[in-house]
């Protein structure tokens, strides 16, 4: 906060502590000049929270930013599980105020993106407003959304899996077999008689 002018920050993170995620947000949010954010590697989990506070993001075309639900470690009875429970739904909520910002997608989307542990490249973050461009070579001008993207979301290839294993390993039913024509009166009465007359002639 004691300088002045513009600032660059590069981020290459796996993520970490939210409230510490928290606060450096809220410090780049304060700063007075602009703020570009560049991820040429990763920005995942926390650290993806840190990224939303820039003027401009931009990315490099080979890094992926993920988001996910947060988590915790709680140890206790059932009130303290239930507090755990209330204290990350807080957190998560936190969360998505940053994205909301950033992004513009609505609440319950950002949601379900975060559900699914959501990774994106340059191209899809940039499709869903978390970047705002990708990193050339000359660093000016952010670049157009190319026509591909990729999302990956572990749930959503997990489901995935779970419904082609479950089409190959359907079993078809049996083919019902065709009734046998029940033979009349008649055809029963004349087949007992043959069989007595075999057994008479035998003795």
Known sequence: MAGTGNITVWINSPG??????AQIYNMLMDYPGNVTVKIDGIAASAASVIA???????????SMLMIHNPMTV???????MQKAIEMLASVK???INAYEIKTGLSRAKLSHLMDAETWM???KAMELGFADGILSR?????MEVPAVSMLYSEANVVNSLKAKLAAKCRIAPKP????PTTPTRTHKAD????RLNLIKNWR
């Not at 939303?52 to 080979?62: D, E, H, I």
């Not at 709680?74 to 303290?80: I, K, L, Q, R, T």
């Not at 000359?138 to 952010?142: F, I, L």
């Open 176 to 179: 019902q077999a065709s009734e």
């Open 93 to 95: 909520d936190s969360i």
């Open 52 to 62: 939303m506070a820039g003027t401009k993001v931009l990315m490099s075309p080979v």
């Open 16 to 21: 970490g502590d939210c409230v510490a995620a």
């Open 121 to 123: 490249d340059a191209n």
């Open 191 to 194: 087949d007992l008689l043959d």
């Open 74 to 80: 709680a140890f206790g009875d059932s009130a303290e």
């Open 138 to 142: 000359t660093e000016t001008e952010a």
